[in-house]
């Protein structure tokens, strides 16, 4: 893999994961409740797993700018965690929960996008952690490469994660028309 490639990876995860995480600290106690909702523990144990999430989520940032591959799997690793959670309550036909992903300022039901988005995310994550990195020098129009990929592709997510959340709305809204 070039090794811009594997930095606009990271730089993107680490974006995600920094952004996912302040939204969580915003109210703690209102994702302790969202993350009791999956009902995947006992409801006593969700304020200590909510906490555990945050600490996880800025661990894999720091551990993506200190041990790149290391941190790259450990975000495939979150990334398949959420998918998986969100997966196993969709099956169970629980369809009304926060997402717990945009924090207090919005809710977003899960749906099967957020699992297959969570899988594509991780899948580019394991390819940074285990593809072999070609060696080569980078240079400054790489360093400008990889700031603006890694600024389209967090737009691209934020604005494609609003785009699902008001698709219901937007559908309501042709019905009635």
């Known amino acids: ?21 302040w939204h969580k600290l915003r109210d703690p106690r209102r994702f302790a409740a969202t993350l009791g909702e999956y009902r995947l523990l006992p409801a006593r144990f969700a304020p200590a797993a909510a906490g555990c999430v945050v600490l996880a989520e800025l661990g894999a940032v720091v551990a993506l700018l200190l041990w790149p591959r290391g941190g790259a799997a450990a975000a495939a690793a ?22 717990g992903c945009a924090g207090p300022a919005a809710r977003r039901e899960i749906s099967a996008w957020m ?7 991780a899948v580019a994550a394991l390819a940074a952690a285990v593809l072999p990195m070609e060696a080569r020098e980078l240079v400054w129009l790489d360093a400008c490469t990889i700031v603006a990929a890694t ?7 934020s604005a494609t994660d609003h785009l699902v959340t008001l698709a219901p709305g937007l559908a309501r809204v042709r019905e009635a028309g």
């Open 78 to 99: 979150l990334l398949a965690v959420y998918a998986s959670a969100i997966a196993v309550n969709l099956a169970r036909g629980r369809r009304h929960i926060d997402c």
């Open 151 to 157: 600024a389209l592709l967090a737009a691209c997510w």
């Open 115 to 121: 699992v297959a988005r969570n899988a594509v995310v």
């Open 1 to 21: 893999m070039d090794p811009v490639f594997d930095l606009i990876i990271r730089a993107a995860l680490g974006v995600l994961f920094v952004v996912a995480a």
